[in-house]
């Protein structure tokens, strides 16, 4: 082994690190803590060392140096940050690693941590989904047991070095070595494992072909409701890094099914009502109402699900707006925050402009929540510490107004003349977008009676 590389064996994580947020043991603590100082320093001699060299790097050298260096580059608890820039640094020299190095460190790194626990939805020698779960009903049970991959706190950085740089015309070879820990990570009982297994597939689907997918019927197998695949991640609910995890899993599913399925189809239409109707509504709206946090995160990710289904929303319209409505209306014994205001109107606005010909019947809904939430909003302490943040609320506010008038252009001489006719000077700010623009036929004797500059 060259000089450099036997600095390697001290920069194995312990395993301790794995629940580390749970440790009481102060013993334990401090000593995780020198070791975290400890290897900062020895990534930086070891980058020193690997500048002085100038011959080339055998294939298992490269994989020895890959697999050591990669945990430290991102933000878990046994990297600090000079380790982090060290590692990046290093790293510069595999930024294009080939399929040869990456089937290395999944041959000899990867599968041999979850060979204890095979993924009983799996043919571990191709990657295919199995018909029927490996060992029996009670698989998925006896597949939590003696994980010892989670005792190796480097693994899902391992997993997610390899997937961010596997090129597509590669995944046919190394699909069968990298599929079964990306979905073990995914169908994981603990949410923070679920969240690094939907990020990996996040960044898989960017690169995988469609037809890999399809073939091997992993596509099917990340939909499917009766695993804790994609979908099911949005009934992981009550842990704290829920949020992290729902809005990651939408956003992840709905490139999922836009990659796998065509425009236009049946079948992209069902699968994305199932994303809405049974994922959203009727299991993170339903069973998280109480969590502000967990709303907001699904609310975040609605807009680009919502231009998916385009005017398919209409089903889902007395679902989505009470509930886009609701955070409006002010509470004084739990203020909404400002953020859920804000994002709620954009969610909102999305559902008024892809679904215009059915929104007349809820405007008289949408406008009460938006004249309440823009009457609070006058009372509002200048000096508080997010007045940018309601000048960016009010500002959404005008937008969906306006929004709302180009949809239902008849809004404008009904409901907001007599908004004007109520009190003039709070709501002609609101409202001023509205009377200005494209529509100056309709609008001129509405500008002329109220005078709105």
Known sequence: MPPSLALLSSLHIPHEFSGYEKLEDEQIIQRLQRWKCDASQVLFELKTLLNQRDE??????????????????????????TARETSTDILQRFREPDIHLLKRILTYNVK???????????????????????????????????????????????VSFVVTNIRSEDYEDLWHLVIPSVMSLLDDYEVRYKIKGVRIVSEMLQKVPKALLKRTGIDGLLLSPSIQSLNNCLGHLKDPESPELVRAAISATLSLILLTTEHGTAQRFDQLCALLGDGIIGTAWLYASDSCEVILATIEA??????????????????????????????????????????????LVTVINECSPRIGRWKGTILDGVGRCWVALQDVDPNRNDEGACEELKEQLRSTCLQLANACPSIIQGEYERFLAVNHEMFSDLLKPAFEGDRKEDKERAVQSHGIS
């Open 56 to 81: 080339n790097l055998s294939l298992e050298d490269q994989a020895e140096i890959v697999v050591s260096i990669v945990p430290f580059g991102r933000e878990d608890p046994w990297v600090v940050p």
């Open 302 to 347: 609605l807009p680009p699900l919502l231009k998916a289904l385009g005017i398919g929303i209409a089903r889902y319209l007395k679902a989505l707006i009470p509930q886009l409505v609701h955070p409006l209306y002010p509470n004084s014994v739990r203020p909404t925050p400002v953020v859920l205001q804000k994002h709620s109107l954009i969610a």
């Open 112 to 158: 041999p941590l979850f060979l204890s626990t095979p993924h009983p939805s799996l043919n571990l020698s191709t990657g295919r989904r199995l018909p029927r779960l490996a060992g029996g009903s009670m698989a998925s049970q006896d597949y939590y047991e003696e994980q010892t991959w989670k005792e190796h706190p480097e693994t899902a950085s391992l």
